[in-house]
Every structure is written in structure tokens, then in C-alpha cells.
């Protein structure tokens, strides 16, 4: 197998399913060097993570380099676009001292909204601000990822380079559920437009997947498990907690690590965790 170099920014890395996607790809991706830009709020913990995936790496082989970028706050409309030039800079560095077989995009930042809610009490200014985040933020890595990566790559000279978009989705983004309905609109959103993406980009060695990883047993979860105002579904979530059945983040990281590597995935799909 030829040396395979993957450069790969993730949103949300300092913690929880982010960090985990960082880890599982060095374990599973079948990459010999790993490129990181980790992006989040807390430059501290990424800073621990890129650390902890450097010695990951040394233990099976895998060469991992990369770059932190902290206090991004994607929410922040005013700030959003230093924060993309600041990504778009730390990548472009990363590509000009690396021969970079595949480019990787998880969008894995992201935020719940106000779970005791039902939708006729949202107000515009509260959709705004999570729509800023969750939607808005989100197209604009993704502009800006395909604008780099396609200019830095083009197929006529790098007919073998890879570029691949990751929306972090969920069953909501499918199916409707009571109280979710900001959470519900957002991943929608996502899901759509990168099957738009898959579309449009198909002859540029482009693919884009929504992985929705399960009910993952995170803090975002104990978040849902504390404030959402169904309470049917509130008893599924509690007996999941209590009965040890919420999905591992690293079970689900690795699957979707898995997906990427073996490439059979139908571009602009949705794919959950328990799909076969």
C-alpha cells in the first residue's frame, strides 16, 4: 500500500465525540501520517488532545503532526469570518509542508437548543443565534474547505487526492420528534446540503457523508436526559443511562473511521450507527 497522508480538521476536538473521531482515526484510518487541525473553544484541551494523539501515533506507527486553533466560538457571527481565515491559514501551512493524499472535514460541532421548548414558544432571536451556529458556521467551513482543497488539489494534477466532508447528523435529522425542533431543523439542514455538495462536486473526487453516531454517552447526552421537556422520551434516554446502553463514543468514532477508510459509502447519504 502506498503512503497515505490525510490532513483532517475537526470542529469541536478539545472534548467529548470530537476528541474521540481524533483518536479513532489514528487507530483505524489505515493512514500512515495524520495531519490535525483541531478546532474549539478551549485551546487547553486541545492542546492535551493533539498531545495525546502524538502518542497515540508513536505507538502504532503513525506519524501525527498538526496544529491547534482555540477560542473559536462558531456561534459568533461577527468573528466567523477570522475564525474560517484562521482555520484556512493553519491548513494551508500544513498542506505546503506535506504531500497530502486525502482531505478530511468532520463538522462536529454543534448544539442542542432549548429542549423544554416546543416550537410555538421559540423566538426568532433565540432561532438566530442557534441557526448562526449550527447552520450558518456550517456552510461556511464547508465553502471554505471545498475552495482550499479543490484549488490546492485540482484533479487534472492530483487525480488521486481525496476530498471528503463529514456532517456529524443525527435520527433527528430524518425523523421528528417532539421538542427537538431547532436540533431537528439544523441537522436537516446539514444533511441537505452536503447531499447538494455530493451532487455538485462529484466529478472533483468529492464525497460527503452525514454519520449519525446514536445516543452517545457524552455530556450532551446527560444534558438531554436533563432538560428535555418529553417525557416519554425522557424515560427511553433515563433506562438507556441507567441499563448501560447508550452507544460508547469510541465504538461509534471507530465506525465511522471505518467508513471513511473503506470508501463505500454512497456520497450526500445519511448512515447511522446501528444501519448494518
Known amino acids: 500500500m502506498s503512503n497515505q497522508h490525510h490532513l483532517v480538521i475537526i470542529t469541536g476536538a ?3 465525540f470530537g476528541a474521540s473521531v481524533a483518536h479513532s482515526y489514528v487507530a483505524h484510518s489505515g493512514a500512515n501520517a495524520v495531519s490535525f487541525v483541531l478546532v474549539g473553544r478551549n485551546k487547553e484541551g486541545l492542546d492535551t488532545v493533539l498531545k495525546e494523539l502524538r502518542d497515540a501515533g508513536s505507538d502504532k506507527n503513525v506519524t501525527v503532526q498538526g496544529a491547534v486553533i482555540g477560542d473559536v466560538d462558531l456561534g459568533d457571527a461577527e468573528a466567523l469570518d477570522d475564525n474560517l481565515a484562521r482555520i484556512q491559514a493553519t491548513t494551508k501551512h500544513l498542506r505546503l509542508n506535506n504531500t497530502i493524499t486525502k482531505s478530511v472535514l468532520v463538522n462536529n460541532a454543534g448544539s442542542l437548543g432549548d429542549l423544554s421548548k416546543t416550537a410555538k414558544e421559540f423566538t426568532w432571536k433565540e432561532t438566530r443565534k442557534y441557526l448562526d451556529f449550527n447552520v450558518v458556521s456550517f456552510v461556511g467551513l464547508c465553502s471554505t474547505f471545498l475552495q482550499d482543497s479543490l484549488a490546492a488539489f485540482p484533479k487534472e494534477q492530483y487525480p488521486e487526492h481525496k476530498t471528503v466532508i463529514v456532517n456529524i447528523s ?26 447538494v455538495i455530493a451532487l455538485e462536486e462529484k466529478g472533483n473526487n468529492v464525497k460527503t457523508l452525514s454519520y449519525a453516531p446514536g445516543p452517545l454517552d457524552n455530556d450532551m447526552q446527560a444534558d438531554v ?17 441507567k441499563n448501560g446502553t447508550l452507544v460508547k463514543m469510541d465504538d461509534s468514532s471507530q465506525k465511522l473511521v471505518l467508513l471513511l477508510k473503506e470508501d463505500k459509502f454512497t456520497s450526500g447519504g445519511h448512515i447511522d450507527f446501528y444501519d448494518q
Open 14 to 16: 478539545n472534548r467529548g
Open 225 to 241: 436526559r436533563r432538560t428535555l421537556g418529553d417525557k416519554e422520551q425522557l424515560e427511553i434516554y433515563d433506562g438507556m443511562h
Open 170 to 195: 443525527s435520527l433527528l435529522a430524518v425523523q421528528a420528534f417532539s421538542n427537538w425542533g431547532l436540533y431537528a431543523a439544523g441537522k436537516a439542514a446539514r444533511d441537505r446540503l452536503l447531499g
